[in-house]
């Protein structure tokens, strides 16, 4: 079993900055990608960012110039720089790896999400 643990959310002020961990319990290699999603209240989640097991990075647009995604194989770890933080960044965070367990079968494996709210 995969475990997916956030760090680091918590309240900025606009503007401000915020850096989200996420340690998984086994070699991050063994993934094809992780990212990160959020889900504020009342909408869907949404993709904010990921990394494939080759360094690619995909962003949504709301985001892109403003966070980036990075990868610790070391440390099996995989970060969220978050700057220029605005209000509707608010919303709570969610690690995701993925993993192809077999040709066309894919699986999702999920943190237990952490709040950041941008607000003065």
């Known amino acids: 079993q995969v475990q997916l643990v956030e760090s680091g959310g918590g309240l900025v002020q606009p503007g401000g900055s915020l850096r989200l961990s996420c340690a998984a319990s086994?070699?991050?290699?063994?993934?094809?990608?992780m990212g990160w999603y959020r889900r504020a209240p009342g909408m869907q989640r949404e993709l904010v960012a990921e990394i494939t097991s080759g360094d690619d990075t995909n962003y949504a647009d709301s985001v892109r110039g403003r966070f980036t995604i990075s990868r610790d194989n070391a440390k099996n770890t995989v970060s969220l720089q978050m700057n220029n933080l605005k209000p509707e960044d608010t919303a709570v965070y969610y690690c995701?790896?993925?993993?192809?367990?077999?040709?066309?079968?894919?699986?999702?494996?999920w943190g237990q999400g952490t709040q950041v709210t941008v607000s003065s």
């Open positions: 086994k070699s991050i290699f063994s993934f094809d990608a």
């Open positions: 995701n790896a993925v993993k192809s367990i077999r040709v066309g079968v894919r699986v999702n494996y």
